[in-house]
């Protein structure tokens, strides 16, 4: 079995939990309104801001012995460089105050989400900063688009309002192969099972930045 299967079978029932989370259902149904829209974007500007800046921080840690991975987190980076501004249009897009946005403090479960990040770079093992990426590009390709074609019909939004949504399902489409052959070059037991217990941290944590846009909806 290669690492990369294995991080998905022994990540399988974090990743139901998540998916069993009451906004996913509601958003496949089409259960929305605008605020909860607009609260999902605003959470998403809050740790999408932190991306390149965790890639910063991960690439800048790790060990003589994956300096290889360097040059796939300076494709990431390249990659993920303004996509908050992205959000913030689409904010404006959806009638939302992106200003606001900008200059508000993130729910506390964005915080947690992004603070754990920060504190397995900076304090653990930066390779469980992959377990961040597997969770929201994964989530990304299996979710996103449809979700955004199930909202769109619902409230009626311009397409200029989901930016974000749609271009995060195709473009992690990509980033998952690319992610599975990275994943399939690290060879040492215990960077696995880090970066699989973080994976399943991550999609508790995500899980509840998404269920924090249900707050008064």
């Known amino acids: 079995m290669s690492f990369f299967q294995r991080l998905v079978s022994e990540t399988e029932a974090a990743q139901a939990e998540f998916r069993a989370r009451n906004i996913i259902r509601r958003s496949q149904q089409g259960d929305v309104s605008q605020a909860l829209y607009l609260n999902f974007l605003s959470q998403a500007y809050h740790h999408v801001k932190h991306t390149v800046p965790l890639l910063m921080a991960c690439g800048s840690r790790l060990p003589a012995d994956y300096q290889w ?31 606001a946005v900008a200059n508000a403090r993130p729910h506390a479960a964005t915080e947690l989400l992004v603070s754990y990040a920060y504190h397995q770079i900076d304090r653990g093992n930066p390779l469980a900063f992959f377990g961040m990426v597997h969770v929201l590009e994964g989530t990304s390709t299996q979710l996103a688009s449809a979700v955004a074609e199930v909202v769109q019909g619902r409230l009626g939004l311009p397409d200029t309002a989901f930016s974000y949504l749609r271009s995060h399902g195709a473009l992690d489409l990509e980033h998952v192969k690319f992610f599975e052959l990275l994943m399939n070059k690290i060879e040492n037991r215990a960077d696995q099972d880090e970066i699989i217990h973080a994976t399943q941290v991550f999609y508790r944590l995500y899980g509840d930045v998404l269920s924090a846009a249900e707050e008064d909806c």
Do not use: F, S, T
Request: hydrophobic share 40%; proline share 0%; charged share 30%.
């Open 69 to 99: 991975l360097q040059k796939a987190v300076a494709e990431y980076i390249e990659e993920e460089i303004g996509h908050e501004q992205w959000i913030l249009n689409d904010i404006r897009a959806a009638g939302g105050d992106a200003d």
